[in-house]
């Protein structure tokens, strides 16, 4: 279910991987992006969330993202390759709610900064997107961050989940911090998860005061949501309480918005 709007000072966190636009599907198919895209803007209108980390968002697809976020939410982010080339991983901020005190991007491979580089065993460039902001709710400052964890490299999951860790907490300085994304690793169960864990990191789903709806996988890949599903989407946190937690598969008239479900969470600094 779509977790209702946080009351203050709570902060209302969605994780979607929207799934990439391949280009190569036709309407009717599950997968077909021309009918997926209403679905996903109906997600980010109806959840309303203070914080957006989407993942796998090609260029062509960011008019939509754009379209339904635009006119309330700063995004930060560009592509792996640099500029606007390939698959972003993006933050979209609520104004009203965050003055932006620094942001930042890196590659999750031994070369951090440098534009398109992969890491260890990887299959391709992955990335993070960190910002320090000032909640002016409370006062407090926080630092938000989403990551894309590699799908096929075991070494590049679990180093780039110790490299995300370490310049989180850099950058952080001691301010509460929230990592979001697509780890594609199950949560609990996995190298990844472990790393974080031990670097200080709470599982919202893990510490949620309520899990709301059925406790769900989220990579159903359009098929039926089941709760023996992996888990391999998670919003994971240091120095901040968790309310709420919730997986959901949208759909609108059996087409769902993506092969993942989206990730919801209500959060507290401590």
Do not use: K
């Not at 198919?29 to 309303?48: F, I, K, Y």
């Not at 590659?107 to 440098?114: D, R, V």
């Amino acid at each position: 279910m779509i977790l209702p709007s946080a009351p203050s000072p709570a902060l209302s966190i969605l994780s979607q991987n929207i799934r990439m636009d391949t280009g190569t599907t036709r309407p009717g198919e599950p997968d077909h992006w021309g009918q997926r895209a209403p679905v996903l803007v109906d997600l980010l209108r109806t959840a309303d969330p203070d914080v957006v980390g989407a993942l796998e968002v090609l260029p062509s697809q960011l008019p939509v993202l754009e379209d339904a976020l635009a006119s309330t939410h700063l995004r930060l982010g560009f592509g792996r390759e640099g500029g606007g080339r390939d698959e972003h991983n993006l933050l979209f901020l609520r104004r009203e709610r965050f003055e932006l005190l620094g942001w930042d991007q890196f590659w999750l491979s031994e070369q951090p900064e440098l534009m398109g580089s992969v890491g260890w065993d990887g299959h391709c460039p992955r990335i993070a997107v960190w910002a320090r902001v000032q909640d002016r709710d409370t006062g407090r400052e926080l630092l938000i961050a989403v990551t894309h964890l590699d799908h096929a490299g075991p070494l590049a999951r679990m180093n780039g989940a110790a490299l995300v860790a370490r310049r989180l907490l850099e950058a952080a300085d001691g301010a509460p911090v929230i990592l979001m994304g697509d780890f594609n690793a199950d949560s609990g169960a996995s190298p990844a998860w472990e790393v974080l864990r031990e670097a200080g990191f709470e599982d919202a789903r893990q510490n949620a005061a309520q899990i709301h709806g059925e406790d769900i996988g989220t990579f159903p890949d359009y098929g039926e949501p089941t709760t023996d599903g992996p888990r391999i989407d998670w919003i994971m946190t240091r120095g901040v309480a968790a309310d709420a937690y919730a997986a959901h598969s949208h759909d609108v008239d059996g087409i769902q918005a993506s092969d993942h479900a989206g990730v919801m969470a209500q959060l507290r600094a401590l």
